[in-house]
């Protein structure tokens, strides 16, 4: 090795030794004829000093380094007079002896810091700068610990990793699949997997039990909501077992992470159906770090001559604690920012409890004190308290009372990043209608089972058809997501007829699983994680980016190696393709 | 779980337990009114039986089942009368109490047994079946457990794992390269990678010291030789390092692997430089589980009238032992075998050093028995030895005696597959002559780094300067190579140019690295292993076929799932692009 130690381990048990480091220069100070030089690694700092004791020729070399400057350097380790405790190099310093510039540096384009001066464009097309930064280094070191602990926790319980194929089949189901031109076989495509779903399940069937991989997936479609073209699952397959095994066994996955990596013992996850997550949070991935459950308010507003709740299906409110005191000028924020389009409510009615014991409401027209206090009994508000209302058609009006819920609990600080909050979801629907497509569509996909009991409404009532799938939430962000799967060729079968496909389409895309399940299919189930979302829970960040060694832009592009990029005519002639339109 | 326990564990500790198994019967057998059913799981192998104290109706629904039928089996766990002690379970069976057919089975298209009828291509198409025998069922945990004592060595050792990108960008060097069309970016692609190379230098700049990724990779090239359009590598890269260190923790590694996995202490590998393994085996991957080095004989016999052995730039011999014996009809036949065209030799010529003392060539016009006796010498051959010898132009006729000797080794038993012998090769050229191009290439590839003191010669003799570059081979397979990068921008301007590349292009292609590399690029080199190789030697299959879940066939077809495959004209309308021919 070039070095003897890292710039993270001296310390004053090593007074007195000769060491060599190597590292890049953080930064350097002369004061009265001392130069320190602060020397960096992925482990630490390291102080170094050439002072009147150091060779003058020396001296002057230290005192031409520039930041990021790749150096080694040999020296004896003494106490510092004046110490740092913060970290853990900070009682001892370097006298240098020998020094050698392995690497000079330009000056980099923005700082090299914990924070930085620079902007998300200019860092992202110097990454590999933006990579020395602590903050981002630790990402990826912490993204490291979760998968070897993953695979630790595994591996004890003889799930074996298989890696699936990444060059597989395009399906009309896929139109976000990436496709890839083979030269071998000319006018024919691969695609990249969305998921190893039916390779996981091939292996279910090949009788291997219990299946994990931490796997590359692709998606070609819109980056917005904070997604990349390519991510990472945490995907997981098991035979013989109930969904029961499978909550119990990857909740005890969850928190040996928890455990291990972060020092956090999380008790047991709590359970909601899909049915009641809707009703009281809005949301199928409701925030549980805060309560503010959704008041139906049906029962209590109704009938009183104001037309907007007499014709509304659903009427909703929030207990926004404390925050009786907000101004009409903040409420009406708030009902403009509900306003917006993404959100698109048409108005919010607000019912205060004032510190004094009034109510006092933005209907007090249609409503008189004895009613205010029965809507203040139904949201079981005290004085301090506002009541945030919105009324119209179910789904809407939850979705949006879902946007103002988040909103209230950010506000009110109810969303701490170092607290931990998961749930599991279960029961959800088996289909989904689409309005774009006027047709069913599986919520999950099309490999889930039914609840037995629902499988005569597939024909009568559809979309009341319960799943046996579950979804594992933290803090509002579903992690995790599976499912009991069909291993029954002739519900498979039904199924697909189902969703839509014929007979012969059906056999052309899936015959390779259904023809499976007629030789010996195992009834399994299995979940898959975001591994890259897991790991911005894990690290506190809201985007997932940061998480990642080499993301892509919104667009998708790699700004750092410019791509994607035209490729040469000769290359698209061997691949027997042609694109239609033309790249400058 | 649907089970108490699995097919494999039960053993005489167990008796009087009532237990319940899940698994595939295996075979059913009916001796005079009792019935064996025989039941496999991924763990192993219990006996059922049923007889005249089972109920009447569960009997008949015993002997109803057919082979691979999946059943839930709940019953008392007996003492055998007739042991089998080959197995972990054979010295118990299990009284059926109740029995469930959770799916019922088609016949197989071939034999589940470690020795099957089935033929390579209707494997293939059922897959899903053939991984349900035990011989590819294991390679798969062998490849697993490979998998998770690597990372546990190299995690040990401070190395981080690091995820990079699979959508990175084409390069005009790579005409094998996977092209991904971009839906966001119309008329612009991503590349698959070959490797993560500027991926993992680019890491090391970003002070990541010690990485590593066990990835898959990708090449579009014709897949004779054994090899998979997607690949998977053990890529790792060290900062700070000198060639010395890379050999010592990746020997480590492999002896680890070595220990854990198969139980076996491997010693100190050895080493030989590239121009040793080419005089003395012909070959830059000699199989050194066995001697029969290269004899150098152009001292020994020109000018002795002989004009084949004149004219030629080299004879070289190998010692067969104790072959002395082979009929002249014998070495016929390897003269033709060396004839065919993938050899090309154009003869063979032999000297038989008979058990009597005799010395016996086919060249006895020109030589005499005193000249003889010097040959025997040279060879060091004693009497039972034959000499075989090879004459031509230097490059050719190593090949050929490469072919020769590895023939010879093969059918004189000395390439046992569970004998181990690594080899670290040193000191390869940097650049190999391309008669097709006319120009030089990279061996490695652009970023190997040439030893400092023959870079003088890339101008004059670029042909004879070395690189720091190795490969490890095992068995006569190169299982792992890398090099000591570049870290200096001139000189990788420097190796551009003398690879043909323009300033432009160099720029356009390879600038991030090249910018990167004034920003404080450490001195680093890494290694890449060959995993699918790797495990292929683990498990003695001299394919690597069976060591991948779901390989593709010669043509990079997967046959089960029918990939590739035409796309709809819907979604290259997306894509903007166009294929030239038509897919019926």
Redo the contacts between chains.
């Keep these: 090795?070039?070095?003897t130690h890292t710039c993270g381990e001296l310390t004053i048990n090593n007074l007195g030794e000769t060491i060599t480091l190597?590292?890049?220069v953080q930064k350097s100070r002369d004061l009265g004829g001392t130069t320190f030089i602060d020397v960096?690694?992925?482990?630490g700092l390291t102080q170094l000093v050439l002072n009147t004791e150091t060779n003058a020729d020396l001296r002057e070399a230290g005192r031409q380094l520039g930041r990021?400057?790749?150096i080694?350097v040999t020296g004896k380790v003494l106490e510092r007079s004046n110490k740092n405790l913060k970290i853990p190099t900070g009682e001892i310093e370097i006298a240098v002896i020998e020094l050698e510039v392995?690497?000079?540096?330009?000056i980099?384009p923005f700082l090299i810091e914990d924070e930085t001066d620079g902007g998300e464009e200019l860092r992202a097309k110097?990454?590999?700068?933006d990579?020395?930064r602590n903050p981002i280094?630790n990402n990826?070191?912490l993204?490291?610990k979760m998968?070897?602990e993953i695979?630790k926790y595994l591996?004890r319980l003889d799930f074996?990793?298989?890696?699936?194929?990444?060059?597989?089949?395009?399906t009309?189901e896929g139109?976000r699949?990436?496709?890839?031109?083979?030269?071998?076989?000319?006018?024919?495509?691969?695609?990249?997997p969305q998921s190893p779903q039916?390779?996981k399940q091939?292996?279910m069937?090949?009788?291997?039990?219990r299946y994990f991989q931490i796997v590359?997936c692709?998606r070609?479609e819109?980056?917005r909501a904070d997604r990349q073209?390519?991510f990472?699952q945490i995907d997981c397959e098991m035979?013989?077992?109930?969904q029961e095994?499978i909550l119990n066994i990857f909740e005890g996955m969850t928190r040996h992470l928890f455990s291990t990596v972060k020092g956090i013992e999380l008790s047991e996850f709590p359970r909601m159906k899909y049915a009641d997550a809707m009703r009281l949070y809005g949301s199928d991935k409701p925030d549980t770090r805060f309560e503010m459950k959704f008041v139906e308010l049906n029962d209590v507003v109704k009938g009183k001559g104001f037309s907007i709740f007499d014709n509304a299906e659903l009427i909703i409110g929030i207990n926004a604690k404390g925050t009786a005191s907000y101004t009409r000028k903040q409420i009406d924020e708030l009902t403009e920012w509900l306003k917006r389009p993404q959100i698109g409510a048409t108005g919010l009615i607000y019912c205060r409890y004032n510190t004094d014991g009034n109510l006092k409401s933005s209907v007090d027209k249609f409503y008189n004190e004895d009613e205010l206090t029965n809507w203040a009994a139904a949201f079981e508000a005290e004085p301090g308290d506002l009541m945030l209302i919105l009324a119209g058609e179910t789904d809407k009006v939850r979705k949006q009372m879902n946007e103002l819920r988040l909103e209230m609990g950010t506000r009110l600080g109810l969303r701490d990043k170092n607290n931990f909050s998961p749930l599991w979801v279960l029961d959800f629907p088996l289909l989904e209608w689409d309005e774009e497509t006027t047709r069913y569509h599986a919520m999950h996909h099309p490999f889930t089972s039914p609840k037995p009991e629902d499988i005569p409404l597939l024909d009568t009532d559809p979309g009341n058809v319960r799943a046996n799938a579950y979804d594992l939430v933290i803090n509002g962000t579903e992690i995790g997501g599976g499912s009991i799967r069909i291993?029954?060729r002739a519900l498979q079968s039904l199924m697909f007829k189902h969703l839509g496909f014929s007979q012969e389409e059906a056999q052309k895309q899936f015959g390779?699983l259904m023809d499976?399940?007629?030789?010996?299919?195992?009834?399994h189930g299995g979940i898959a994680f975001g591994f890259d979302r897991l790991c911005s829970i894990f690290a506190g960040l809201d985007s997932i980016r940061d998480v990642?060694?080499?993301p892509?832009n919104n667009?998708?592009?790699?700004v750092?190696?410019?791509?994607?990029?035209?490729?040469?005519e000769a290359?698209m002639?061997?691949?027997?393709?042609?694109?239609?339109?033309?790249?400058s």
Tied chains: 1, 2.
């Design positions: 090795m070039l070095r190597c590292g890049w960096r690694d992925r482990y990021e400057f790749v080694k392995l690497n000079a540096a330009k980099p110097y990454r590999y700068l990579l020395r280094r990826l070191v993204r490291h998968a070897q695979r591996d074996i990793e298989v890696e699936t194929p990444v060059l597989i089949k395009s009309p139109a699949d990436f496709v890839v031109p083979s030269r071998m076989n000319p006018g024919e495509f691969y695609a990249l039916t390779f091939l292996l069937v090949s009788g291997f039990d590359k692709f070609d819109d980056l073209p390519e990472t035979a013989f077992i109930t095994d291993h029954d390779f499976a399940f007629e030789y010996g299919a195992p009834p990642i060694a080499f892509k667009s998708g592009r790699d750092m190696i410019d791509s994607p990029s035209a490729i040469a290359q002639n061997e691949l027997k393709i042609k694109t239609t339109v033309s790249v």
